[in-house]
């Protein structure tokens, strides 16, 4: 079975029609790039598949349940999280406060019953500093952990962001541009920590304009146009289609391959 099953996905924003009849699969450990020109509705799927934006429609099951309907939160308790083209954080807390409050949501859902009978707030809060802990350590920020996120730089910020969404145990990760800004250094160190996440086990759909960082990175690819499915399959076979070729990389598909 699928983890995530879209089918004939529609927005409407008033008369314009930003999504229309959307429908793709992603198995579970799927490492997918979703692509596309400006305006071409990538940060609008998003919406709508975490419950950000609701449909207008078509449906979404997700972990084998229709979440169509769901809430962003109700869609996070069943393990799909998100990060932002903008990034989100609390700039006054430091970068391991701002990871626990990712964590928080993981320690709603799961020790809520194992700290039934303990002094509470000391448990949970123990705990969520562990999970904030082991994130640092798996994106590479430990040694950030005491400083302001407001402190770090660009790329560092966007790995926080990352870094907190993790803290939430998701079984489904989507980055939304998360490389959109940083220098190519950045942009190696980012490559490096999704591939490492999905070899893990990580299921991850990734929206991104850098179209080498993409084809290096991921299994699949979805390209939409104008909100409309325009192509999906394996990375080498998408980018060689000449309606992807016209559409989105046109001439320059031998620069950025």
Not at 114 to 128: C, D, K, T
Request: one cysteine or more; charged letters at 25%; hydrophobic letters at 40%.
């Amino acid at each position: 079975m699928s983890q995530l099953n879209v089918r004939k996905l529609s927005k409407r924003f008033g008369g314009v029609q930003a999504l229309s009849d959307l429908e793709f699969t992603v198995e579970k450990g799927d490492l997918v790039g979703l692509i596309g020109p400006n305006g071409a509705g990538k940060t609008t799927a998003f919406n709508v598949l975490t419950g950000v934006m609701a449909a207008s429609g078509g449906n979404i099951e997700f972990e084998g349940e229709d979440i169509t309907r769901l809430s962003p939160e109700a869609r996070a308790d069943l393990g799909m999280t998100r990060t932002f083209q903008n990034i989100r954080l609390f700039d006054d807390m430091t970068v391991r406060q701002n990871i626990m409050a990712g964590a928080h949501a993981r320690a709603g859902r799961s020790l809520l019953h194992s700290i039934f009978g303990l002094p509470g707030h000391r448990a949970a809060e123990q705990r969520i500093g562990e999970i904030a802990d082991e994130m640092l350590e798996r994106t590479g920020l430990t040694e950030f952990g005491n400083r302001n996120a407001s402190e770090l730089s660009y790329g560092d910020r966007r790995r926080v962001e990352i870094a907190r969404a993790l803290a939430s145990a998701p079984s489904l990760l989507l980055l939304d541009e998360p490389a959109a800004g940083m220098t190519d250094t950045e942009k190696g160190r980012l490559s490096k920590l999704v591939r490492r996440l999905n070899d893990d086990g990580l299921t991850i759909i990734l929206v991104e304009h850098n179209v080498r960082m993409v084809a290096a990175l991921c299994k699949r690819l979805i390209v939409v146009n104008k909100g409309e499915m325009l192509a999906l399959g394996k990375v080498d076979e998408v980018l060689r289609m000449p309606e992807v070729e016209a559409v989105y990389l046109g001439r320059r598909r031998k620069e950025v391959l």
